[in-house]
């Protein structure tokens, strides 16, 4: 079955930098996109950016666009999100999710089942 | 950019029919998608392209669209339907996803 697998919990002190990684599977990479989605606690879905898997072009929110990098692996289905300069509102449960669609109409299927990043200072 | 609002809850007895809301302008001329959130977990899709439902979501979640308003039904409602929800459009202005403010369906 399609599937993303994230990686764990982290704890980053403020100013540090963080790299969350998406694995993948039952579906070929290649052919679709991947989102970034934040959820901060008790509060709402904020999209952060998008990769395309198969050519590596990017599209950041404009909010996060300088501290934001997203990257894949295509030999081992993986996509990337690293976030640097970390403040405490980036503290946040962070979601990759496969996008499907097209012309200017998408929507998000799978979800990753989320990695919770916290920032101390 | 592209505004959506949804009402902060919904209460709904068991076996009756919830309606969640999503308002943005002229949003009928637009596809929407709606997600639904247990607690701790990730969200999930319930509805894509205004009304489709995907594989293994039941029959019991519609959508439909319409003017200034997409609505979510929820019929026969269980106590597994206890959940945030969210809607979904694509603004083309701005080239990203914008999401609702999400509804959080208590079950009575």
């Known amino acids: 079955q399609v599937q993303l697998v994230q990686s764990g919990a982290e704890v980053k002190k403020s100013g540090a930098s963080v790299k969350v990684s998406c694995k993948a599977s039952?579906?070929?990479?290649?052919?679709?996109?991947i989102s970034w989605v934040r959820q901060a606690p008790g509060q709402g879905l904020e999209w952060m950016g998008w990769?395309?898997?198969?050519?590596?072009?990017?599209n950041i929110a404009q909010k996060l666009q300088g501290r934001v990098t997203m990257t894949t692996d295509t030999s081992t289905s993986t996509a990337y999100m690293e976030l640097r300069s970390l403040r405490s509102d980036d503290t946040a449960v962070y979601y990759c999710?496969?996008?499907?669609?097209?012309?200017?109409?998408?929507?998000?299927?799978?979800w990753g089942q989320g990695t919770l990043v916290t920032v101390s200072s | 950019s592209y505004v959506l609002g949804q009402p902060p809850s919904v209460s709904v007895a068991p076996g009756q029919t919830a309606r969640i809301t999503c308002g943005g302008n002229?949003?009928?001329?637009?596809?929407v998608h709606w997600y639904q959130q247990k607690p701790g977990q990730a969200p999930v899709l319930v509805v894509y392209?205004?009304?489709d439902r995907p594989s293994g979501i039941p029959e019991r979640f519609s959508g439909s669209n319409s003017g200034n308003t997409a609505t979510l039904t929820i019929s026969r409602v269980e106590a597994g339907d206890e959940a945030d929800y969210y809607c979904?459009?694509?603004?083309?202005?701005?080239?990203?996803?914008?999401f609702g403010t999400g509804t959080k369906v208590t079950v009575l």
């Open positions: 999710a496969r996008e499907l669609g097209d012309y200017s109409n998408y929507w998000f299927d799978p």
């Open positions: 039952g579906y070929t990479f290649t052919s679709y996109g």
């Open positions: 990769i395309s898997a198969y050519k590596g072009n990017t």
């Open positions: 002229n949003i009928g001329s637009k596809n």
């Open positions: 392209d205004d009304s």
């Open positions: 979904q459009v694509w603004d083309s202005s701005s080239d990203h996803p914008v």
